[in-house]
């Protein structure tokens, strides 16, 4: 069964700071990954997604991540936090369902807090 | 551009009674999954459909039924509520394909409350 294990709960950086978000995933195939954001009380917005070629992905609010089948990895990365950042990064692993679609298996999650 | 609709938003019920939560795919996404996250959890699927037969289930429990209607909107059931059903419900509709190539969008969540 897959699985998506984010081994920080918790990470503290400064405004301006660099930004990286750990994320380990088990899949027994070629892994689809996903990065989504969720601020307090709101939905999950996806950031990016990786399904196959160019390890490093771009995404939206200037977040990329970069995929190393090696190390069962997928981490996130920003070069300069913004206060706005400030909010709730979810790993997730996609899988194909037989009867249609795919089902998300999320990781727990990493709150991010962002000193001014 | 439309989004995944909710309703509704919050949704405060008694222990013992039932609810029911509404979910409005995006236009031309007829695959629809139901997750549930708990306070201070990751989301968890409960259900998906697709061409309004259930495709696969989770974690859901019995007293939870869910139904995709013939304009592809669906509704999540939840009958005998227990204190630990307060959660906040997402629903998010895809494309249909054979690879998770489209992603999921997600609309913004219910958030049910039981007292």
């Known amino acids: 069964a897959q699985s998506v294990t984010q081994p920080d709960i918790h990470i503290t950086v400064s405004e301006g700071a660099s930004l990286e978000l750990r994320c380990n995933y088990s899949?027994?195939?070629?892994?689809?990954l996903f990065w989504y954001v969720q601020s307090p009380g709101q939905g999950l917005q996806l950031l990016l997604k990786?399904?196959?070629?160019?390890?490093l992905v771009q995404g939206i609010k200037g977040f990329e991540a970069e995929f190393k089948r090696s190390q069962s990895s997928f981490n996130l990365r920003k070069p300069s936090v913004h206060w706005s950042d400030a909010a709730e990064y979810f790993c997730?692993?996609?899988?194909?369902?037989?009867?249609?679609?795919?089902?998300?298996?999320f990781g727990t999650g990493t709150q991010l807090k962002v000193e001014l | 551009a439309a989004g995944v609709i909710q309703s509704p938003r919050h949704l405060i019920k008694e222990k013992r009674e039932t609810a029911t939560l509404k979910c409005y795919p995006i236009?031309?996404?007829?695959?629809v999954y139901w997750y549930q996250q708990g306070p201070g959890q990751d989301p968890q699927f409960l259900i998906s459909?697709?061409?309004?037969?259930?495709?696969d289930k989770g974690s859901i429990p019995d007293r939870f039924s869910a139904q995709q209607f013939s304009d592809y909107h669906s509704e999540l059931n939840m009958s005998s509520l227990e204190l630990g059903d307060s959660a906040l419900y997402f629903c998010?509709?895809?494309?249909?394909?054979?690879?998770?190539?489209?992603?999921?969008?997600f609309g913004s969540g219910t958030r049910l409350t039981v007292v």
């Open positions: 998010a509709s895809s494309l249909p394909s054979k690879r998770p190539n489209y992603g999921y969008t």
């Open positions: 899949y027994g195939a070629t892994p689809y």
């Open positions: 990786y399904f196959s070629g160019d390890t």
């Open positions: 997730a692993v996609g899988h194909i369902l037989t009867g249609g679609g795919n089902k998300l298996t």
């Open positions: 236009p031309r996404h007829d695959t």
């Open positions: 459909f697709y061409e309004k037969m259930q495709s």
